[in-house]
């Protein structure tokens, strides 16, 4: 490699909430390190995947999705993305098909092309509608702003990713690899654990809990003597009736939230886990400053 003239480049994937962008870089990567969901804000840090082919290094990040914040963790979200875009070498800009752009993309947009960074027209979900609608969303927006290039993509069924991929890869500059060529993040193992936790909070509890959650891991620990992983984790909620849905009747819930997340997190560290899960009320933390920082954000 060291006679190869090496290329390697820092993209930010940005959008609106619920519009695929955790899907798509977890296609891009071919692995799982954000986590995917059906309600919007799913995402609430930055989450950096690494693909490294050949002689290209790129460097994704995902970002929250651009919204209005109606907490102090919805600033923490906004300011995330407007960081994520002042730092790299271009910008995904992931869009959904079929829906027209809203206020919260055009300022979005906005804000992006200030820094006069490349900025790749995304169109996602290219599998839910005709192809008249994304090809007609396409060129409404090429008319109205400069992208680079436009591309049509399913994170779902992997349509039009490779051909992104190959893109990016040509459109990176020439420099070093930041990182060894077998890193698929920089993620810290208990993020990418308490991530998945929180996914099953996601997809297992009603509309107005799951926004009110965070998981703490607090101990993560290896066994010496087993290939098996110890891992003891707390999901915070915001009031007592919230811990007694979570928990459920007779424990059921919580016990489905783990089981279902225990199997995610041994197909990512590769081994057996022994997940335990406690719960804890703390009222109103969204909007605690010193539990937000506290919890990483």
């Known amino acids: 490699m060291s006679n190869i003239t090496t290329k390697c480049g820092f993209l930010t994937i940005i959008g609106k909430p619920n519009v695929g962008k955790s899907s798509l870089m977890n296609a891009i990567i071919g692995e799982k390190l954000a986590i995917v969901s059906p309600r919007p804000q799913t995402t609430r840090n930055r989450i950096t995947g690494i693909l490294t082919e050949d002689n290209t290094q790129l460097i994704f990040l995902d970002t929250p999705g651009f919204h209005k914040p109606l907490t102090k963790l919805g600033e923490h979200m906004v300011n995330t993305v407007s960081e994520a875009i002042g730092d790299v070498d271009a910008a995904i800009f992931v869009t ?91 993620d810290p193992e208990r993020f990418i654990v308490s991530e998945l936790i929180r996914e099953k909070l996601l997809s297992n509890l009603r509309d107005e809990i799951p926004h009110g959650t965070a998981v703490e891991i607090e101990k993560m620990r290896d ?75």
């Open 96 to 186: 959904e098909a079929g829906k027209k752009l809203s206020s919260s993309e055009e300022e979005l947009l906005e804000k992006a092309f200030k820094k006069k960074i490349p900025i790749f027209l995304v169109i996602n979900k290219i599998d839910t509608v005709l192809k008249e609608a994304f090809i007609s969303k396409a060129n409404e927006l090429l008319l109205k702003y400069n992208f680079s290039e436009v591309f049509y993509t399913s994170a779902i069924s992997g349509e039009g990713i490779d051909e992104l991929i190959k893109t990016l890869k040509a459109s990176a500059p020439e420099s070093p690899f930041y990182f060894p060529e077998d890193y698929y993040s920089t």
């Open 223 to 297: 066994r010496e003597e087993k290939e098996i992983t110890d891992i003891e984790a707390v999901i915070i909620c915001e009031k007592d009736s919230h811990k007694g849905i979570i928990i459920g009747k007779g424990g059921a819930m919580l016990k489905k939230i783990g089981s279902e997340a225990r199997s995610d997190i041994e197909n990512f560290l590769g081994g057996k886990c022994n997940l335990k899960i406690w719960v804890k009320v703390r009222s109103d933390w969204r909007n605690k400053e010193t539990f937000i920082r506290s919890m990483g954000f």
